[in-house]
C-alpha cells in the first residue's frame, strides 16, 4: 500500500563557514593589514507544499536532511559562500510538529506554502573584522554557528468539506463513484477502501471536497477492523455523512449502526461528534416504499433526528444523491459566510 500518512525525520540547516584569519601579503607592503573574510551562511530548510502528491511515502526510506553548510571565508576579504538551502516538499493538509516537543510548528494548508523550519547558522567572522586601533593586527576570527537541528513528525490530514463514515459495505465508495470523479474501488466484500480518497463535487455555485475513508467497526477505537487512524482525514471537515446500510450483511439495523458509529467517533481526539452530521441510509433500491418509510420513522425517533437530517439515497443507481448534493452545498456554502 503506498498510503503512508505520517513520517519522522531528523532535519539539520547547514553550519555557518568558519571566518579567515589571514593578513595582507603583497610585494613592497611588509606588514599588511588583516584581510580575512567572513564565513558564509549556512542553508535553511524550508517545507513546501506539492499539491501533485497526497501521500508522506518518499519518507519511509529517507528520514535524514541536511542543507549545505556555509564555506569558509579566506584571505582577501572573500567570503564564503553561502550554503545552498534545502527545500523538502510535502503534499497539502501536512502537519508538522516538532517531536520533542510536540509542538505544532505549521499547517501546510495554503496550496502555494513555503515555510522556513530550520535556520541556516551565521557565518564566523574573519579577523579583519577585528581590527580596531589598539590591535591593527588581530589574529582572532569566530568559527560559524550552528545551523538548527530538528526532530520531525508529520502527520497528513486530508483537506475535505465532507467525509463519508459507516460501516464497511455499506457504499460510502460507490457514492463517491457515483458524484464525483474521484474512483475509489468498490468491492462487495469489508474493508475494500484502504485509505482515503477525495473526490471534488462542482456543485451550482461553488465547488467542495468529499473524502472517502476505510469503514469503521464496533472496536475500531480499540485497534478492530483497521482502526480509526483514517479519522484524521475528515477531522478538517466541516460536515460528516453517516452512512447506514439498509441491507447490512452481519443484519445490524440501520439504527445501531449509526449508535455504534457515533461510539467510535466519540473515543477520537478530535473531537468529531461536534461536526454537524447527517445520517445517510443507504441502498433504498432493495427496499419496498413502506419499509423505508418505516424505517425513517424509527429512526428519527430513537435518534432524536429531524427530517431533514436523514437522507435515503441509492448510491448505486444515484436516486436521492442530488438532493443530498444540493443540501451539502447550501449547508457549506452558509458555513463559508459565517
Ligand atoms: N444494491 C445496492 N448495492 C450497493 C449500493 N451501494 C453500494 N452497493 C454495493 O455494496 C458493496 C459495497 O460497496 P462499497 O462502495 O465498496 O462500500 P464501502 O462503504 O466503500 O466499503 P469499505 O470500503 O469496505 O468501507 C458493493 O458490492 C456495492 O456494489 C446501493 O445503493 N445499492
Ligand atoms: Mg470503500
Known amino acids: 500500500m503506498n498510503f503512508i500518512d505520517e513520517a519522522y525525520l531528523e532535519i539539520k540547516a547547514g553550519d555557518g563557514g568558519s571566518g579567515a584569519s589571514s593578513f595582507r601579503r603583497e610585494k613592497y607592503i611588509p606588514f599588511g593589514g588583516p584581510d580575512g573574510g567572513d564565513g558564509g551562511k549556512g542553508g535553511d530548510i524550508y517545507f513546501k507544499v506539492n499539491t501533485n502528491s497526497n501521500t508522506l511515502i518518499d519518507f519511509q526510506n529517507k528520514k535524514i536532511f541536511n542543507a549545505k553548510n556555509g564555506e ?4 582577501k576579504n572573500k567570503f564564503g559562500a553561502a550554503g545552498e538551502d534545502l527545500i523538502i516538499e510535502v503534499p497539502l493538509g501536512t502537519v508538522i510538529y516538532d517531536n520533542n516537543t510536540q509542538e505544532e510548528l505549521i499547517d501546510c494548508t495554503d496550496k502555494i506554502g513555503i515555510y522556513l523550519i530550520a535556520k541556516g547558522g551565521d557565518g564566523g567572522l574573519g579577523n579583519a573584522k577585528f581590527k ?89 477505537s480499540d485497534g478492530a477492523g483497521l482502526g480509526i ?12 455523512l453517516i452512512f447506514a446500510d439498509l441491507f447490512s450483511f452481519e443484519n445490524i439495523n440501520p439504527i445501531k449502526q449509526v449508535q455504534l458509529l457515533k ?14 452530521s447527517w445520517i445517510v441510509c443507504n441502498k433504498i433500491d432493495l427496499l419496498s416504499d413502506e419499509d423505508i418509510s418505516q424505517i425513517r420513522k424509527d429512526l428519527e425517533k430513537e435518534l432524536k433526528v429531524t427530517h431533514d437530517e436523514v437522507f435515503f439515497i441509492s448510491a448505486a443507481t444515484g436516486e436521492g ?16 459566510q459565517k
Open 229 to 240: 487512524k483514517f479519522l484524521k482525514h475528515i477531522s478538517r471537515t466541516g460536515l460528516l
Open 263 to 276: 461510539n467510535e467517533l466519540d473515543s477520537f481526539k478530535d473531537d468529531l461528534t461536534q461536526k454537524i
Open 132 to 220: 580596531s586601533s589598539t590591535n591593527q593586527a588581530p589574529r582572532k576570527f569566530t568559527p560559524g554557528f550552528e545551523g538548527e537541528a530538528r526532530s520531525i513528525r508529520l502527520e497528513l490530514k486530508s483537506l475535505a468539506d465532507v467525509g463519508l463514515v459507516g460501516f464497511p459495505n455499506a457504499g460510502k465508495s460507490t457514492f463517491l463513484n457515483k458524484v464525483s470523479s474521484a474512483k475509489p474501488k468498490i468491492g462487495n466484500y469489508p474493508f475494500t477502501t484502504l485509505r482515503p480518497h477525495l473526490g471534488t463535487i462542482k456543485g451550482n455555485e461553488s465547488s467542495y471536497v468529499i473524502a472517502d475513508i476505510p469503514g469503521l467497526i464496533e472496536g475500531a
Open 72 to 75: 569558509r571565508g579566506a584571505g
Open 321 to 336: 444523491t442530488s438532493e443530498l448534493l444540493k443540501r451539502l452545498e447550501t449547508e457549506l456554502l452558509k458555513d463559508k
